[in-house]
């Protein structure tokens, strides 16, 4: 009996060393960082890490890749892939459907209008007389890992910034003690009365330095030679569009000139010098709130604009947009050597993504022979509307706005008309547009389950008030204009289901962090539910993302 009962524990003291060499090694927990920061590149496709790397100092972009944790195949997992989604997305760890950002706008039925997602007129302008502070997080549906940490620890702070209003308040979320944003009536930092009555004297200081206006008197060049810029293509090309003053979109850019003596802030926000103003600002709140210095965790929440206005203008395989790239890559760097300086190198923990990457011009796809195009959507909504009133005999279709319908519901009711019937109508006309990939009636959208990977995309990008009555998806390559005019083939955008949008940039870096790459998919919904575990709070009330385990092994 005795050499049974030895016989059992051997044999389980054999399986528990047989099963811990095939479950990962997990680190005890550690000590909670002093602070967090996340930083969101706003359009960035996740090539740009490579194609530009050989011009890359070693201290920015290079330095988190090598010595950080780099998830090289981190996807959004809906639509659309627009800023405001994006940022929400990163923060709640959740998808549109439970966050309630759709867009970066939508139509408002019970307003007859378009909205904003973060605009607020029951606010006020905090630092100017402008309306550009009339915003706040009330269309934000979900907690964010910010309002988290501050439930559980009251005395973290979060402080985030972006030229955005949508870009610093949806990281922020609700509880934020200061999200400030870029204001383009005055070149300065602003905020609303939903934080606070006035601003801070270090951000009142800030200000007064009038740095926007100091930019506007500089000429953007490009950092090196451009005759070494062989990572894109031509300075001049037919892809990208005019900026103000100039008669060929080509280096350099005499911003004193083009402002005509009067400040062009939206000129300004066009270069990257507002990536290094944006840097100043976010390092003077890092010292001036004392940032990571206290008992508890606290959060700076950076999120760089700039990317995606010149991306928009001149495409991703523009000079413009490398030299942007090159120049952000030394702001990076700047920014960490002072948290290692001011907070310590093992006291922080880093992450870098994007709310969104891009898709290729579409004129310049098409004349290298590859699939894209257009899809003028002007004269084919007045087809659409011209064709379902005389067929229902009411003129329902209001607009469309981000590949949605947008049906008049108030009158399909008083008309007697079966909202389904309508829908399945139009959506069979727009079936017929060329460069529509597939279309979705709001019906489908919200009683189908089907494991389809479009159909589920649109479905986590979906709410019954501020979406639409019907939605499409373009083929790849596509984009939606108004109308068929020279411009419109110039500069591009995003939005869509396809890599080119969804395939973006995340690397960790930290004292707590692992040297690692890791090719797994990786969803954009998890940041947010791996934060929970590096600061010790309960998942965000909507977070459906999973933690990214590899962060927790042993170093």
Known sequence: MQKAIVSLKSALFSCIVLSSSVLPVLAQTPAKPKLVVGIVVDQMCYEYLYRY????????????????????????????????????????????????????????????KSVNCVGDTTVQTVGSTSTGGLCSPKNLKAHTITDQLKLTYPASKVIAVSIKDRSAILPGGHLSDGS???????????????????????????????????????????????????????????????????????????????????????????????????????LSALGSEQLGRGKET????????????????????????EDVYLRLDLELGRLVRQLEQQVGKDNFVLFLTADHAVVPVPQYLTDQQLPGGYIFLTPLMENLKTKAAAHFGADFVITEENNNIYFDRDLIQSRGIDLLEAQEYVQAEIRTWTGVKHVYTARELETTSADNAWRDMVGRGYRYAESGDVLFLTEPGYLTKGTDTERAHRGTSHGSSFNYDTHVPLIWYGGMIPKQEIIRRVNITDITATLVYLLNVQKPNATTGEPILELFRSK
């Open 180 to 282: 400030y944003w870029f204001d383009y009536a005055t070149g300065n930092f602003i905020t609303s009365t939903f934080y606070q009555p006035a601003l801070p004297a270090w951000v009142s200081d800030f200000n007064a330095r009038k740095q926007a206006d100091s930019y506007l008197q500089q000429t953007w060049n490009t950092l090196y030679d451009i005759s070494t810029y062989s990572e894109s293509g031509p300075d001049d090309t037919p892809y990208e569009i005019l900026m103000p003053g100039k008669t060929s979109p080509v280096f350099p850019y005499d911003l004193k000139a083009m402002s005509n003596g009067t400040p062009n802030y939206g000129l300004f926000t066009s270069t990257p010098f507002a990536n290094t103003f944006l840097t100043d600002f976010a």
């Open 53 to 112: 790397q050989a011009k890359f100092s070693r201290q920015g972009f290079v330095k988190l890749m090598n010595k950080g944790t780099h998830c090289r195949n981190t996807q959004y997992n809906y639509v659309p892939t627009f800023t405001g989604p994006g940022h929400a997305s990163i923060y709640t760890g959740t998808t549109p459907v439970n966050h309630g950002i759709v867009a970066n706008d939508w139509y408002d039925r019970s307003l007859h």
């Open 298 to 321: 606290d959060f700076l929440c950076i999120s760089y604009s700039t990317p995606d206005i010149v991306g928009h203008a001149f495409g991703p395989y523009s000079v413009e947009m």
